[in-house]
């Protein structure tokens, strides 16, 4: 994303991805539709979805499956017109993946997670792969034995189907991308410094193979025994004639990161990567650069069959080709610009603004969004309206050169620019009535209109801090946060600004108040505060979140959202007391959200990401479970006691969490070295619960219904 403030300190850290990504343990239902997720955010744009896909793997034209971040997988059996989201009961990120025939699918991904589908994606199971390394491409050569490779020079090796893994010796600590074989025991595996390992005793040992290049080498293909490609960083391709004695540097014309190479024939082949298409005809001698239409970065490819291919890459890019790569179709749908706010006059009217001028509209809770009328390529960074007709936006231009709002009268359908020669940047815009309203941005700025934005008057902050969020709980009573920590206060109309002790330094991003005393501040690092008092004292609350939080809406005086980085969602229920992560199943920014009502609402964010919840962002999803059950519950169903009894010979620590149907956990208590482990569930009102059993070995679900 061309996100205009990146420059700047602040909001690089706001929108910086080298953050680790935290891991969000999502609740489990079992006995419900098996392989459909339960996650309650669903994707309204783009459309399927808009998380990074960076496999593809297609068994024909018309029947495969994609897969990426935060556990996405996407089936489709018509040729990509529609797709189908698989549940496989993670948000581990996916890199690689692989079919051993038409209905047995593995995938594998961060920390060591490889899973497995033995009936075309219905189901999955998480295979226990002895590593916690990144794994980034799966293999198999034929239905019972298979490699996978990745970080650090990680590679293992199956012979029966996945059920157990052992780890080969590599012989380098470079990360590994790819790796194939050309039969049942000569194979290749590609990586960081220009890496190229070849075994031909079925992975027993790997010898290294000169390239020729220090560049990463992300995918491989073979043609046939001895003719096979590399690709990889800076536009790199090298082709092999002898079995990968040597290899000779082709020229492809390009810079790009190369992510995916695949041939359809002796002489043609495809290699994808970066925002361009490449295609050979003469085995490698030549490539044309395709038009792809897009500017978003393709990570991989599969070519069913001669004429017929699919790429992925970000923002849920999904592209296809039936002329053998002549002409690309986008079969993703809706717009990927930057959705920085989000807003609804009533429940089924709602706007949204981001960059590059993108202004939304939907008239139908969220089911369709219709892109208005760009009047600039400026920034858009708020939407408010006061009324079903009147709507405001902050924002600046392009150049960053002035701030610009912006006012309709007529929801939406047209809008008129007020020019007031304003140079700094508006990122908040509020109004507590018709007339009155306040637009706040960097440098400490300002500004008020009293007569429906016809004017403004620039205000004395008394800072040149940078301001984020502005409200107001009424037309003289107002607060603003921003950079290092500040809150500003006025009772007068915003005529004198008073500073606020906060006890953080963090940089704040939103502000909110439910009453002319209660409010809410959201910043870096999780940061969440609250006065009962009108700004006097300010409490720090655990907002159960370590990433940045850059907005707030309550509904009421006690249920509240926050969305923030990384996808991060989480609420309250007791006035901000706690706050329970609710998991958009996204790692994409989540910048504003709004609800409509205590279970309806929508978060918008990077990669034009609008999500939709229709009951409170509560999340239901089936976990991989364990190939074979270790565990049963008796009595089941129960009204006093149960018993969870194990036949493994072999044990540690045990934890058993129980839910209920809300996804509120009711029990939880951890057992060491038993066997037979007995709870009290009396205290449990009747209905259906989830048992989560948790072990360093994986983990099982079960059903428990009390009577």
Not at 525 to 546: C, V
Not at 586 to 594: F, I, K, Q, V, W
Request: with cysteine.
């Amino acid at each position: 994303m061309m996100f205009a403030r990146q420059a700047f300190y602040s909001l690089s850290l706001r929108k910086n991805n080298t953050y680790q990504m935290r891991k969000i343990y999502l609740i489990v239902i079992l006995g419900l539709i098996p392989a459909l997720s339960f996650s309650q955010w669903a994707w309204q744009n783009p459309l399927p979805q808009g998380n990074v896909l960076t496999t593809a793997c297609f068994t024909n034209a018309n029947s495969g499956f994609v897969g990426g971040y935060a556990g996405t997988i996407l089936k489709t059996t018509n040729g990509g017109i529609n797709w189908t989201p698989l549940s496989i009961g993670t948000t581990i990120n996916l890199f690689g993946s692989c079919v051993s025939n038409a209905n047995t699918w593995y995938a594998v991904g961060d920390s060591g997670t490889i899973i497995k589908s033995v009936n075309a994606g219905l189901t999955w199971i998480k295979l226990s792969s002895g590593t916690t390394q990144l794994m980034h491409a799966i293999y198999f050569t034929d239905a019972s034995i298979g490699y996978a490779v990745g970080r650090a020079g990680t590679i293992i090796k199956t012979t029966d189907g996945g059920s157990t893994w052992i780890t080969l010796t590599s012989g380098t600590s470079n990360d590994l991308y790819t790796t194939l074989f050309v039969n049942a025991t000569t194979g290749f595996a590609s990586g960081a410094a220009g890496t190229i390992l070849t075994t031909v005793n079925g992975g027993a040992n790997w010898t290294t193979l000169s390239s020729g290049t220090l560049n990463t080498l992300t995918t491989l293909c073979f043609t046939d025994p001895n003719t096979g490609y590399v690709a990889g960083d800076t536009g790199t391709i090298l082709k092999t004639i002898n079995g990968g004695v040597t290899w000779v540097a082709l020229s492809s014309g390009v810079t790009s990161l190369l992510r995916t190479i695949s041939f359809t024939d002796a002489t043609t082949g495809y290699c994808v990567g970066g925002g361009v298409i490449l295609k050979t005809v003469d085995a490698g001698s030549t490539w044309s650069v395709f038009s792809t239409g897009t500017t978003n970065w393709l990570y991989a490819a599969s070519f069913p069959d001669a004429f017929t291919g699919y790429t992925v890459g970000t923002s849920g890019t999904l592209m296809k080709t039936v002329d053998a790569g002549a002409t690309w179709n986008t079969i993703s749908s809706g717009t990927t610009e930057y959705i920085e706010s989000v807003c609804f006059t009533d429940a089924s009217t709602g706007y949204a603004v981001g960059d590059g001028g993108l202004m939304l509209k939907t008239t139908n809770g969220g089911s369709t969004w219709n892109e208005l009328p760009i009047l600039s390529d400026d920034y858009l960074m708020q939407v408010c309206f006061t009324d079903a007709d009147n709507g405001y936006i902050a924002g600046y231009s392009y150049d960053f050169s002035h701030g610009t709002i912006y006012k309709t009268t007529n929801g939406g359908s047209s809008w008129t620019a007020f020019s007031s020669g304003w140079e700094a940047d508006f990122n908040s815009i509020f109004f507590p009535d018709m007339s009155t309203g306040y637009a706040v941005g960097y440098w400490g700025t300002i500004y008020k209109t009293i007569n429906g934005g016809n004017t403004w008057t620039a205000l004395s902050s008394g800072t040149d801090t940078w301001l984020e969020s502005v409200y107001f709980t009424d037309a003289n009573t107002g607060y603003v946060v921003g950079d290092m920590g500040t809150i500003l206060k006025t009772t007068d109309g915003g005529a004198s600004w008073t500073p606020l002790t906060t006890g953080t330094s963090k940089y704040l991003f939103c502000v909110y108040f439910t009453d002319s005393l209660t409010g809410y501040v959201s910043g870096l690092s999780g940061t969440m505060l609250k006065t009962t008092d009108a700004g006097e004292s300010w409490t720090a609350l655990s907002s159960g979140t370590t990433w940045g939080l850059f907005s707030i809406h309550f509904i009421g005086a006690n249920t509240a959202y926050a969305c923030g980085q990384r996808g991060t969602v989480v609420k309250t229920v007791n006035a901000g007391e706690t706050w329970t992560l609710c998991s958009a199943r996204t790692p994409n920014y989540l910048e504003s959200l709004y609800f409509i009502d205590e279970n309806t609402g929508f978060a918008v964010g990077s990669s034009g990401t609008i999500l939709k919840t229709t009951n409170g962002g509560i999340t239901f999803v089936e976990e991989p479970r364990l190939a074979k059950s270790d565990y049963t519950i008796f009595p089941n169903p129960s009204t006093g006691k149960i018993t969870i009894a194990t036949n493994k010979k072999s044990f540690k620590e045990i934890t058993v969490t129980i839910f209920n149907v809300k996804g509120v956990e009711e029990m939880n208590k951890n057992f060491l070295n038993q066997a037979n482990m007995t709870l009290d569930v009396s205290s449990l009102s009747p209905g259906m619960y989830l048992v989560i059993i948790k072990t360093n070995e994986g983990m099982e679900s079960k059903k428990l219904i009390i009577h």
